[in-house]
């Protein structure tokens, strides 16, 4: 079947750590996107990319980094800089970029300790 | 920032029940996409209507847009308790797709 898989399902951060959240795709598909969504909110777009070795920011990107070397990977590095990382992330992809429609995985939840 | 805004937040119904929500936005439109989220999990895709359209159905779904007053409901028929989750307007301006902060739907068996 194909999807998307976003690791591990559940993170927690120390004070001072970066940690990284694992996006895998096996649709064949170009775009790849970072949410955050916070409780009871919409998402927040952190990054995206519409092909490989190139990526954009989103509205939210400070305190995150992304790397494409793969059209199958897209992972979200969540860096200490990020002063407020609770949250619930998403990843999600699509065709091509331009509005289509998006896949999503089931999300990672990331706490601090 | 979102663009699409829902309405109501939170809605609660028998099974059996038709549900509609709506969702208002501000800037023109590509298209306008509606994805349901069960709690705890990812968003999936439920409809896409193009900014020429109307009025689109798929199953239980009815989607409609006005682009004159910048809104669209989706309405559930015979809703199930299987319905019960989140439902996102995402509206997509010159490839920047915005969500909607959701409509929260409690359908009670």
Not at chain 1, 21 to 38: F, G, I, P
Not at chain 1, 63 to 88: D, H, I
Not at chain 2, 44 to 66: A, C, F, P
Request: aromatic share 8%; with cysteine; hydrophobic share 30%.
């Amino acid at each position: 079947d194909g999807g998307i898989t976003q690791s591990p399902k559940y993170l927690f951060r120390k004070e001072g750590q970066n940690v990284t959240l694992s996006c895998e795709q096996n649709l064949n598909h170009d775009a790849m996107y970072w949410y955050r969504q916070d409780p009871g909110q919409g998402l927040r777009l952190i990054y995206y990319s519409q092909i490989v070795n190139d990526f954009q920011k989103g509205d939210i990107a400070e305190g995150y980094s992304v790397s494409r070397e793969k059209k199958e990977s897209f992972p979200l590095t969540v860096t200490s800089a990020q002063k407020n990382p609770t949250a619930f992330y998403l990843c999600a992809s699509s065709i091509t970029g331009g509005g289509q429609p998006q896949h999503f995985g089931d999300g990672t939840r990331l706490s601090i300790l | 920032s979102q663009q699409g805004e829902e309405d109501p937040q939170a809605l609660s119904i028998q099974e059996g029940e038709n549900a509609t929500m709506n969702c208002s936005y501000k800037t023109s439109i590509n298209n306008l996409q509606w994805y349901r989220q069960n709690s705890g999990r990812g968003l999936v895709h439920l409809i896409l209507i193009r900014s020429n359209e109307r009025e689109k159905h798929s199953g239980r779904l009815r989607v409609t847009l006005d682009t004159s007053k910048k809104s669209s409901s989706l309405l559930i028929t015979a809703s199930r308790a299987a319905d019960t989750a989140s439902y996102f307007c995402a509206t997509d301006n010159n490839n920047d797709m915005r969500f909607g902060a959701g409509t929260r739907l409690t359908v009670k068996p």
